[in-house]
């Protein structure tokens, strides 16, 4: 399969190197330097016993994935239309894009960008920590799930049938908003508590003051979820099992700040907030989340 990986950072180069060993794989950086560094060094993946180097083709010109059967969308959320917009008149018709983002709003913002394109959301529980430009430590076996789209070739199930003999376990669903909603509510339970108090996952869900927090704004997010038609069971459960499932992570949302990054909350936060307000559901915990992430964002 032709793939184009869309961002080069952490999960990019992690998709991009697995499926490297098996298909004809393109990345697209936003920065002609890392192209070149890619081009000429390769993907460093730095694991305890030492590094190695993958080889694939890198580009910071969106002209560089023409002809693209599927792309993986691998920026941060607050980055899909930039990415996708110069792409329009570029990928074929028949190109299947799919994400592994965080975040409820890839559809929509994809669809905006590439309007005649095949849309497929994902989310992945894959871990990845960037380690300078080119080089990532891969952290912890994830398994990720792509919408369902067989309408044309490649179908969603052929990409994550790709992922999966490539060693990044992948299926497709019919429904993703469940996938994407469960997601959602932890990071909206461990991101903004863990980013403010500069604490790890595993203490966010254990810490005599922050584990109320979190445990409520998981709550805050399952009735939003509930009012949008979908169950979630036990958020609180789902929080503490990656939490322990990850408990030494700083979350990514600490990561930005500490690096001065902007961070996505907007995707987080924000993203249930505006949902939350169009259904006239109180979730005064995730507003006042936001609006303090926001602010130590200026900061
Ligand atoms: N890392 C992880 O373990 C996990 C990450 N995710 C999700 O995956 C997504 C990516 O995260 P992660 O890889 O960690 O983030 P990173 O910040 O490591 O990587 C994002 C990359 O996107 C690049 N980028 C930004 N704008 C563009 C553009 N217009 N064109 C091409 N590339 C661009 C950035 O380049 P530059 O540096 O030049 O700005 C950066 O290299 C996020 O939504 C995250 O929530 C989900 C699960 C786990
Ligand atoms: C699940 C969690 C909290 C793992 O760190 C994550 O997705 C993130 O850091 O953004």
Redesign the pocket.
């Known amino acids: 399969m032709k793939i184009g990986i869309v961002g080069g950072g952490a999960i990019g180069l992690t998709f991009a190197a697995a499926l490297a060993r098996a298909h004809d794989v393109v990345v697209l950086v936003r920065r002609p330097e890392l192209a070149a560094l890619l081009a000429r060094d390769g993907i460093a993946l730095v694991r305890d016993d030492g590094v190695e180097i993958v080889r694939c083709f890198a580009a910071s010109d969106p002209a560089a994935l023409g002809g693209r059967d599927a792309l993986i969308v691998a920026v941060k959320a607050y980055a899909t239309s930039a990415a996708l917009a110069p792409l329009a008149g570029i990928l074929p018709p028949h190109a299947l894009v799919a994400s592994v983002q965080?975040g409820i709003d890839f559809a929509a913002d994809a669809r905006a960008a590439l309007p005649h394109a095949r849309i497929a959301a994902g989310s992945t529980?894959q871990?990845a920590i960037g380690m300078g430009p080119g080089r990532v430590r891969p952290a912890g076996a994830g398994t990720t799930v792509f919408a369902r789209d067989d309408a044309a070739a490649p179908s969603s199930d052929a990409l994550a049938g790709a992922c999966t003999a490539c060693g990044l376990p992948a299926t497709a669903v019919d429904d993703i908003r469940p996938v994407l909603w469960r997601?959602l509510a932890?990071?909206a339970a461990?991101?903004p508590l863990?980013a403010l108090a500069r604490r790890s996952?595993g203490e966010v869900a254990s810490d005599p003051d922050l584990a109320p927090l979190a445990r409520r704004a998981a709550e805050e997010a399952a009735a939003v979820a509930a009012a949008e038609g979908i169950v979630l069971d036990d958020p609180w459960a789902a929080v503490e099992a990656?939490a322990r499932a990850?408990a030494a992570?700083r979350?990514?949302?600490l990561q930005d700040l500490d690096a001065g990054r902007p961070t996505?909350i907007d995707a987080i936060a924000g993203a249930l907030v505006r949902c939350a307000h169009a259904r006239a559901i109180p979730v005064p915990l995730t507003e006042t989340l936001l609006h303090l992430v926001r602010a130590r964002e200026r900061a």
């Open positions: 965080n529980t871990g997601k932890i990071n461990l991101n863990g996952n990656a990850t992570n979350n990514s949302m996505e």
